[in-house]
């Protein structure tokens, strides 16, 4: 007599006397099981959490204050303008961070190998715990946006959709930089300092001059960026975006992160051909 028993990870199984032959795990349980573990490493590590609140907020309080002893009035005219794209930034790097530093320290811990003999592959496991990251950091940023605007006395048209889609479609690009950041680590493993430096990077591709350098647009972020701009300043709604602008921002975001996945993927597998992928 064959019955279904519920297995550990959540999914089923079908005992057959003595045997027990658990179903094959899906993405569904993958992407759960991702998203379970950020969720606890959050709550489980609070110091840790309001810590990169607190370092955010700490910037941001040293742009705004001394910005404005500096410029004066001229800081205020653009607050707006930065506030959305010191917003934009935090996403950016942690959508960057979430791939390029979490595969720099499974490479540190010797835990490589271990994504490399899941049945999904390792580039699926690192795109859901950079995706669990990316949810983890737009809430957090979400926190420091509130703050920055009670500080400021600043106000925005927030459309929580608009805002969503076209941040989320943003970083997307920049999750596939990570991706290829994460390809180049388990090649050269320690290159650190230069990962960091892209980050400072993203500050120029946020403010890039998209209306008098149109090509700009192509670049991660800067399409992006001036479309959040238009979002939470103008109070621009989603549907009042043209189709050409939403595509480009699709395109961009797609482009990217394929290209990015394409570089972690030959990385990875010259790493292991070069014997070199455990090797720290």
């Known amino acids: 007599m064959s019955r279904d028993a519920t297995a550990d990870d959540g999914s089923r199984a079908t005992t057959d006397g003595d045997a027990t032959t658990p179903r094959p795990a899906t993405y569904y349980h993958l992407a759960r099981a991702v998203l379970y573990r950020e969720f606890l490493i959050f709550v489980r590590y609070p110091a840790n959490a309001i810590g990169g609140i607190v370092v955010s907020l700490f910037f941001f309080g040293l742009l705004f204050y001394g910005g404005r002893l500096l410029a004066g009035q001229a800081l205020t005219d653009s607050l707006e303008g930065i506030i959305v794209g010191y917003f934009l930034w935090t ?21 490589l190998e271990r994504h490399i003999t899941t049945p999904f592959g390792f580039a699926p ?15 957090t940023s979400a926190v420091v946006l509130a703050v920055m605007l009670l500080l400021t006395g600043t106000w925005l048209s ?13 970083i997307t690009s920049v999750l596939g930089l990570g991706f290829a950041a994460g390809g180049v680590t388990v090649l050269y ?10 980050q400072f990077g993203f500050i120029v591709l946020i403010s890039a001059p998209v ?5 700009t647009r192509v670049l991660p972020l800067a399409h992006g960026s001036a479309l959040l701009q238009r979002a939470m300043v103008d109070g621009t709604r989603l549907w009042e975006f043209g189709p050409l602008e939403l595509g480009l921002l699709v395109a961009v975001a797609v482009g990217y992160l394929a290209g990015g996945y394409l570089v972690f993927y030959y990385a990875t597998r010259r790493a292991r051909r070069l014997g070199v992928l455990g090797d720290y």
């Not at 927030?158 to 943003?170: F, N, T, Y």
């Not at 493993?189 to 892209?198: D, S």
């Not at 209306?211 to 090509?215: D, Y």
């Open 91 to 111: 996403l950016s790097v942690g959508a960057y961070s979430s791939v390029s530093n979490d595969i720099g320290s499974e490479v540190q811990w010797g835990t």
């Open 125 to 139: 496991v690192a795109l859901l715990k950079g995706v669990a990251k990316v949810v983890r950091t737009f809430l």
């Open 158 to 170: 927030i459309d929580p959709l608009a805002v969503v889609v076209i941040a989320g479609l943003a």
């Open 189 to 198: 493993k320690r290159i650190g300092n230069w990962l960091n430096l892209l």
């Open 211 to 215: 209306f008098e350098l149109p090509w």
